[in-house]
């Protein structure tokens, strides 16, 4: 949530934020390939400066305005608190773990938590990538497990950047996902994410059924 840390020393009004709709993968040191498609979605109380922004970003990928900024953070918060460190516990790309109903389960359980997180702060959720955290919790399970599938058939090879930093010996960037969610099971992945970078635990599918 970097603009609500920002907003604290520059003051809300002077700060912009975006959520990255579409994904890539680091091949080489400052070298990406775009896996998956999507748009910027654009968020600030300075209507004129935002669509300054929106400008210049749709040169790269096509931009939406929201007034909603925190709504659009937090549904993108609760994807890749699910998405991202559940590819890390596993190392596994988005389309292997996804083929796993224990996966798709846990992604359910991770989403929920930060989705009760967000109501708790008064946030009302936005669509992201065509996703409503709020909405896919609320489904019938078979169906919410179904969704994540289909989501991540878009981009099936798409590996978590977790994963890179971890093999690298770097940290994996937890602090800015799961550790954010003050809820049991965030806060055992967060537990668990710091073991593999102690070298405590392995990248493992096995990870799954400890969670389960």
């Not at 949530?1 to 604290?8: G, N």
């Not at 749709?58 to 925190?70: H, I, K």
């Not at 970078?197 to 400890?210: F, I």
Request: one cysteine or more.
């Amino acid at each position: 949530l970097p603009e609500e840390r920002v907003a604290k020393l520059a003051g809300p009004g002077r700060v912009l934020g975006a959520v990255i709709g579409w994904s890539a993968s680091m091949v080489a040191p400052g070298q990406y390939r775009v896996t998956g498609g999507g748009k910027f979605t654009l968020g600030g109380s300075r209507e004129a400066l935002r669509h300054e922004a929106a400008e210049v970003l749709s040169a790269a990928f096509p931009v939406r305005e929201t007034e909603n900024l925190p709504g659009a953070r937090w549904s993108k918060l609760a994807i890749n608190c699910a998405m991202s460190t559940i590819g890390a516990l596993t190392g596994l790309s988005l389309g292997e773990w996804t083929a796993l109903p224990a996966g798709r389960r846990l992604a359910l359980r991770v989403v929920r938590e930060v989705v009760e997180a967000a109501h708790a702060r008064g946030v009302k959720l936005e669509a992201i990538s065509g996703l409503r955290p709020d909405w896919l919790v609320q489904t019938p399970r078979f169906f919410g497990e179904a969704v994540i599938r289909l989501a991540a058939l878009r981009r099936p090879a798409q590996r978590s950047g977790m994963i890179g930093r971890l093999q690298e010996g770097r940290t994996a960037g937890v602090e800015d996902l799961n550790a954010l969610v003050e809820a049991p099971l965030n806060r055992r992945i967060v537990q668990m994410v710091r073991e593999i970078e102690a070298g405590t635990r392995k990248m493992s599918p096995v990870n799954l059924a400890e969670l389960a």
